[in-house]
Each structure stands twice: as structure tokens, then as C-alpha cells.
């Protein structure tokens, strides 16, 4: 079997979630069928636990690392102060992955983790650092570039009208004895190029 630990090393920006605009954290990390979890720290939104755990991890192919954190109230439920899934598809094996993740499921929040695929995952140095797309685009943004989605150009931008070229410059109609121009009104009448993607 394959061994990961999870270091929580601390969380910023938690909601507050007693009465008195505070919390007291704790963190449930769960792989699999096993759960563990941290100390409670009293009162504190930006909690610095620094507890390490570690994970026996079935296939890390599919296998996850699920964070939740909770607010500890003694005589009422827990309540939520977000979550986070990681997949572990990504690891450099034998190195801390050290980040920020953003919980999800509340309005603030952030969660630092520190991960080592201990006897498994990706040569060292190999591993594409934004990961499995798929996998880690809901919360996989670091916390610390809030401005980087912002920064990229607009997708509909540069997509769109490279996949119009190539009709208008295939010249397969003409080959058939058919005037060029019929082809070209549709397009640049019905379909104008820039009109519904640039926006």
C-alpha cells in the first residue's frame, strides 16, 4: 500500500461563526475510509495548527484528500467552515507540496496544506503545476493570486476566431465550378466573425 501525510499547517480569513465574530477551528482530514483530526484552537480566524497525519492511500490514481473544516461549539452541532478536495494524481513523490487552497461552501477562507506522496506519484520535478485541469478547477486556485483568473485573456477571444479560419481560407468550393461568392455572403453576412464572441 502507498503512504501519504497531510501537514495542516494553518487556515486564514475563516468566517466567523459564534456569536462573538469568532470561531474555534479544528480541521477533519479524511482519506478513503480514514478520518483524523486536529486540535480545536479557541477564538481565532487565522488558526496555525502545524499537525502532521499520515494516510495509507488504496490508488492514488483515484484517491482524494478531503478537508473539512468546523467550528467547535460545545453544546450545539459543529458548524461548517468549508471544505477542500485534492486529488493526489498530481504528487512529486517524496516532496512536500506545500499551498493555499480556498474552502469552498463559504464566503472566506483559506487552507494550508502540505502534502507528500511519501512511496508514490510522479518522478520529482515532472509534476505539471496546474495539475489535472479537470480535477482541480473548482478549488485549486492558490489562494495567494486572487488576480490571476482576471489576468488572462478572455477565452472567447482567442478561441473563437482561430477556428473560423479554416473555412475561409479551404478554397474547396470554387473547385467545383461554383461561384466563390455564394460561399462567402453566409459567412460574412449570416455569421459575422466578430459579432457574438468578442463581447
Not at 480566524?45 to 495509507?56: Q, S
Amino acid at each position: 500500500s502507498k503512504h501519504l501525510t497531510v501537514r495542516v499547517i494553518s487556515a486564514k480569513n475563516l468566517i466567523a461563526a459564534d456569536r462573538g465574530g469568532t470561531s474555534d477551528p479544528y480541521a477533519k482530514i479524511r482519506v478513503g475510509t480514514t478520518e483524523r483530526k486536529t486540535r480545536t484552537i479557541k477564538k481565532c480566524l487565522n488558526p496555525k495548527w502545524d499537525e502532521t497525519f499520515r494516510f495509507t492511500v488504496a490508488n492514488p490514481k483515484t484517491s482524494k484528500v478531503i478537508i473539512n473544516v468546523w467550528d467547535k461549539d460545545t453544546f450545539t452541532r459543529d458548524d461548517p467552515l468549508g471544505s477542500v478536495t485534492i486529488p493526489l494524481n498530481n504528487l512529486e513523490r517524496g516532496v512536500e507540496l506545500v499551498d493555499w487552497y480556498n474552502l469552498t461552501g463559504v464566503r472566506s477562507g483559506q487552507i494550508q496544506l502540505g502534502l507528500t506522496a511519501v512511496d508514490f506519484g510522479v518522478p520529482p520535478g515532472t509534476a505539471n503545476p496546474y495539475g489535472d485541469a479537470t480535477a482541480y478547477k473548482s478549488n485549486y486556485t492558490p489562494a495567494s493570486y486572487p488576480s490571476q483568473a482576471s489576468t488572462y485573456p478572455n477565452p472567447s477571444q482567442t478561441g473563437y476566431p482561430q477556428t473560423n479560419t479554416p473555412y475561409q481560407t479551404e478554397p474547396t468550393y470554387p473547385q467545383q465550378g461554383y461561384p466563390q461568392q455564394v460561399y462567402n455572403q453566409p459567412q460574412a453576412g449570416g455569421y459575422p466573425q466578430s459579432g457574438g464572441y468578442t463581447q
